[in-house]
């Protein structure tokens, strides 16, 4: 973000820490209800598609919404930059609103079958495309630039609250009113989000924040990609977010389960491995929404991912859960420490026009690409075994590391102040 940015929700962001200021407070209200409302949205779905269809079109239907976010992502950035972010996530949530309330209503009154719920999915995959870019967007309009890391910590701890909150919630939806119950309940709580979104403040857009709109949203597309590719940091940013993903996601979200069964720890292993992360991720968030800072905030993250490599292969080798727990509550407090600080660092750096677009490539890597290494995980598990591909990812996370460390301006990177 420039520091030309100017306006009312800027300037009060700069008088007070984020976690003190109304306005920020407004927008982690809005952000936690919609992301609870996911959660409960998501095991709903699931429910649904279970109970209309085999096992393999429930699968099916629950993965529908990876296409479309995949595919539009990048275009949701320049949605998000030529209206406003904050246009878009009220629109977002309005939408989700009314699909989920629409089956529920659907599902009250007969067994509408497995379409309604392939249809829901490939809204909310289409609705994300624009709506992520818009949360990556909206902090650098509502709070001064210099609290940026403090809200990125304030964001991670509403996620760890939803995913906390928001499963049994959606159980406790389909207990008292079945799917249908449950998806009213995701309605209600993405109607909750909109008026506080409303109630929202934001920075007012400098004459030259507006220059990209008189151009297509090809020529947005592609201006947003020459900006990334000609920015000393953004690039080098772009490639080290990529590969922490790459190299993170597989393991954690595939390779746990498959090292677990492979050391007969039982899904009560996973639990507590899991639990250990989470707490890791949530200590660090916690500790930045409290300090607001890191200095040299692009050494730091560098390094971090270096670190966070060697915990990640080592996980495969610890000889029981306990030492699994230990090692994976390490990978939470760095992993943790090192999204936030790419967060901020990347909306700190990006030209304040450029913000959704900026945030949408990272997303598409983050969201639309690394998935795709769940079904390469469990294949190259099945050949090679939990330790080979363990130490296979931990070199991929380790290589942004190392990339971080030899780009100079990133390496030198620091938060606005």
Same mark, same amino acid.
């Given at each position: 973000?420039?520091?030309t940015?100017t306006g009312?929700?800027?300037?009060?962001?700069?008088?007070?820490?984020?976690?003190r200021d109304?306005?920020?407070?407004?927008?982690l209200?809005?952000y936690?209800?919609?992301?609870?409302?996911?959660?409960v949205?998501?095991l709903?779905?699931?429910?649904a598609?279970?109970?209309?269809g085999?096992p %393999?079109q429930?699968g #099916? +239907?629950?993965?529908?919404?990876a296409? !479309?976010? *995949?595919?539009?992502m @990048?275009g949701? /950035?320049v $949605?998000?930059d030529?209206f406003?972010?904050?246009r878009v996530?009220?629109?977002?949530d309005a939408v989700r609103?009314a699909?989920?309330l629409?089956? %529920?209503?659907?599902? #009250? +009154?007969g067994?509408p079958?497995?379409w !309604?719920? *392939?249809a829901l999915? @490939?809204?909310f /995959?289409? $609705?994300?495309a624009?709506?992520?870019?818009?949360?990556?967007?909206?902090p650098?309009?509502?709070?001064?630039?210099g609290?940026l890391a403090?809200v990125?910590g304030?964001?991670?701890?509403?996620v760890?609250?939803?995913n906390?909150v928001?499963?049994?919630?959606g159980?406790? /939806?389909?207990?008292?009113?079945?799917?249908?119950?449950a998806f009213g309940?995701?309605?209600?709580?993405?109607?909750?989000s909109l008026?506080?979104l409303?109630?929202?403040?934001?920075?007012?857009k400098q004459?030259a924040d507006?220059?990209?709109?008189r151009?297509s949203?090809w020529?947005?597309?592609?201006?947003?990609?020459?900006?990334?590719?000609?920015?000393?940091?953004?690039?080098?940013?772009i490639?080290?977010?990529?590969?922490?993903?790459l190299?993170?996601?597989?393991?954690l979200?595939v390779?746990l389960?498959?090292l677990?069964?492979e050391?007969?720890?039982?899904?009560g292993?996973?639990?507590?491995v899991l639990?250990g992360f989470?707490?890791?991720?949530?200590?660090a968030?916690?500790?930045l929404?409290t300090?607001?800072?890191?200095p040299?905030?692009?050494?730091?993250?560098?390094?971090s991912?270096?670190?966070?490599a060697v915990?990640i292969?080592t996980?495969?080798f610890?000889?029981n859960?306990?030492?699994?727990v230990?090692?994976?509550?390490?990978?939470?407090?760095?992993?943790?420490l090192?999204?936030?600080?790419c967060?901020?660092?990347?909306?700190?750096e990006?030209g304040?026009?450029?913000?959704g677009?900026?945030t949408?490539?990272?997303?598409?890597?983050?969201?639309?690409?690394?998935?795709?290494?769940f079904?390469?995980?469990g294949?190259?598990?099945?050949?090679?075994g939990t330790g080979?591909v363990f130490v296979?990812s931990a070199?991929v996370?380790?290589?942004?590391?190392v990339?971080g460390?030899?780009?100079?301006g990133?390496r030198?990177?620091?938060?606005?102040?």
């Amino acid at each position: 973000m420039t520091s030309t940015q100017t306006g009312s929700a800027t300037a009060a962001g700069a008088e007070r820490a984020a976690h003190r200021d109304p306005n920020v407070l407004r927008w982690l209200g809005a952000y936690g209800s919609s992301a609870i409302g996911d959660n409960v949205y998501y095991l709903a779905l699931s429910w649904a598609a279970v109970q209309a269809g085999t096992p %393999a079109q429930a699968g #099916l +239907v629950t993965a529908l919404s990876a296409v !479309p976010r *995949a595919v539009l992502m @990048l275009g949701g /950035g320049v $949605v998000a930059d030529r209206f406003g972010p904050r246009r878009v996530l009220i629109s977002s949530d309005a939408v989700r609103c009314a699909a989920v309330l629409a089956v %529920a209503g659907l599902l #009250l +009154v007969g067994r509408p079958g497995l379409w !309604p719920l *392939a249809a829901l999915a @490939l809204v909310f /995959g289409a $609705v994300d495309a624009v709506m992520m870019p818009a949360l990556g967007a909206l902090p650098t309009r509502i709070t001064g630039p210099g609290q940026l890391a403090r809200v990125h910590g304030m964001r991670s701890l509403a996620v760890r609250l939803a995913n906390v909150v928001g499963a049994p919630l959606g159980g406790l /939806g389909v207990a008292l009113g079945g799917t249908a119950g449950a998806f009213g309940l995701a309605g209600l709580l993405f109607a909750a989000s909109l008026p506080l979104l409303i109630a929202l403040r934001v920075a007012k857009k400098q004459p030259a924040d507006d220059a990209h709109a008189r151009g297509s949203a090809w020529s947005d597309l592609t201006g947003g990609l020459r900006h990334i590719r000609g920015h000393r940091v953004l690039l080098p940013l772009i490639v080290v977010i990529a590969l922490s993903d790459l190299g993170f996601v597989g393991p954690l979200n595939v390779g746990l389960a498959l090292l677990a069964d492979e050391r007969g720890w039982g899904a009560g292993g996973v639990g507590w491995v899991l639990a250990g992360f989470g707490t890791g991720a949530g200590a660090a968030s916690l500790f930045l929404t409290t300090r607001g800072r890191v200095p040299r905030a692009g050494l730091v993250l560098s390094v971090s991912g270096v670190v966070s490599a060697v915990a990640i292969g080592t996980l495969a080798f610890v000889p029981n859960v306990a030492t699994a727990v230990a090692v994976a509550l390490s990978i939470g407090l760095i992993s943790g420490l090192n999204g936030v600080l790419c967060g901020a660092l990347l909306q700190a750096e990006s030209g304040a026009a450029y913000v959704g677009r900026v945030t949408s490539v990272a997303n598409f890597f983050s969201l639309g690409v690394a998935p795709l290494t769940f079904p390469l995980t469990g294949a190259a598990i099945g050949l090679w075994g939990t330790g080979p591909v363990f130490v296979a990812s931990a070199l991929v996370c380790g290589l942004g590391g190392v990339v971080g460390l030899c780009a100079g301006g990133l390496r030198r990177a620091e938060l606005p102040r």
